[in-house]
């Protein structure tokens, strides 16, 4: 495929969707324009290729006997019938069973579900008032507050029946709560945008500082907060230059590959690359790092992403602890034990749970 240039291989992606997926398209036509089309972009002889390819497409269908064997080629199994790079597969097949990969591919190939959360009732009684508006809709229930929709629902309209609520999974609904940040505090929440996780904190006489380096999307974040009535003070930040001295409690939602989203940003597993993930390791390093004496004695730091990769995870919270003595790990009973793992933090992944990724740690300073 390297020597197939990028426009050619574009049109046999969907020419051969088109044979594959599409009913109401017959396959020699979905053939034939595809093949007018190469031909127009690159010539002839590209078209000759073109047809070929699909004629062969038409033939062998999307079997499992047209991929690698799962048991004697996992990797390449995984890879070509999961739709999914190489190396992400082989670095997850170093982590996880090959049942459990073949679970997070699948989950990641599904569309996924679309969840809300009522910020002033609770999740039973929110999926009550909609299903009496005759809106398809249940309580997820194990631990979260979220809501789900059938995928027909219109969103605007479940805001609107409910009120004060926002658009969010499940896993990032956990984070929230995990954060378990009490109420009357002080909070800044210094990589803020789009804010669900600071709105959906279920504290109150919160006093919110929300920052992001991205102006336009704090002017995203201060319409869902005035939106559902929230109270909170903006600015326009950068996490490695925070813009107070002191807070209670420092959230710290860090830019991260997202791994745990793939299947809300399918292309996302393309553009990503190995180097991605220790590019991003350092800059949430030193985003702890420049945080670190912005917490107050005795106040907490919730660090959250929303990757499965434990170089963005569990092994920044160790290598973050073994050079800040002053911190130390604190656990909650906010969220179900099933959630934590070994050491306390919040560890939820898609094959589990059927959610989004997420990982969160919870850190005490000392006094």
């Known amino acids: 495929m390297e020597t197939v240039s990028p426009d050619v291989l574009e049109l046999l992606r969907m020419g051969a969707y088109q044979i594959l997926y599409l009913d109401g398209v017959p396959p020699y036509a979905a ?27 038409a033939e062998a269908g999307d079997g499992l006997d047209c991929f690698p064997d799962a048991e004697t080629e996992p990797q390449a199994f995984l890879s070509t019938w999961g739709s999914h790079p190489l190396w992400l597969i082989e670095r997850w097949l170093e982590r996880w069973s090959f049942t459990d990969v073949r679970s997070l591919v699948e989950r990641n190939n599904q569309r996924p579900d679309v969840y809300v959360v009522s910020l002033d009732s609770l999740p039973e009684s929110a999926a009550e008032r909609l299903v009496e508006a005759g809106i398809e809709a249940a309580a997820v229930g194990g631990g979260s507050r979220c809501v789900r929709l059938s995928t027909a629902t219109g969103v605007a309209l479940v805001l609107d029946i409910l009120g004060p609520s926002i658009v969010q999974d499940p896993a990032a609904n956990l984070v929230s709560l995990y954060a378990d940040v009490p109420s009357g505090t002080m909070v800044a929440d210094l990589c803020a945008a789009p804010g669900g996780k600071l709105l959906a904190l279920p504290a109150s006489q919160l006093r919110i500082l929300a920052a992001d380096r991205s102006e336009s999307r704090i002017h995203v974040l201060r319409e869902n907060a005035q939106r559902v009535g929230r109270s909170v003070a903006f600015t326009v930040a950068d996490a490695l230059h ?13 830019p991260c590959t997202g791994t745990g989203t793939l299947s809300r940003h399918p292309d996302a597993r393309w553009r990503l690359s190995p180097t991605a993930i220790s590019d991003m390791a350092a800059l949430q390093a030193s985003m702890l790092e420049a945080v670190a004496d912005v917490v107050r004695p005795g106040g907490l730091l919730v660090y959250s992403t929303c990757t499965l990769e434990p170089e963005e995870n569990s092994h920044r919270i160790e290598a973050f602890l073994a050079t800040h003595p002053g911190y130390s790990m604190e656990s909650t009973e906010a969220v179900p034990s099933e959630y934590h793992d070994e050491s306390g933090c919040l560890a939820v992944t898609p094959q589990a749970t059927g959610f989004d990724g997420a990982f969160a740690a919870r850190m005490r300073r000392a006094v």
């Open 31 to 57: 053939v034939s324009e595809t093949v007018r089309q190469v031909r127009t972009v690159a010539g002839s002889r590209s078209g000759g290729f073109a047809n070929a390819v699909l004629r062969r497409v």
């Open 242 to 254: 925070p813009p107070l001295r002191e807070a209670d409690v420092v959230m710290l939602d860090v």
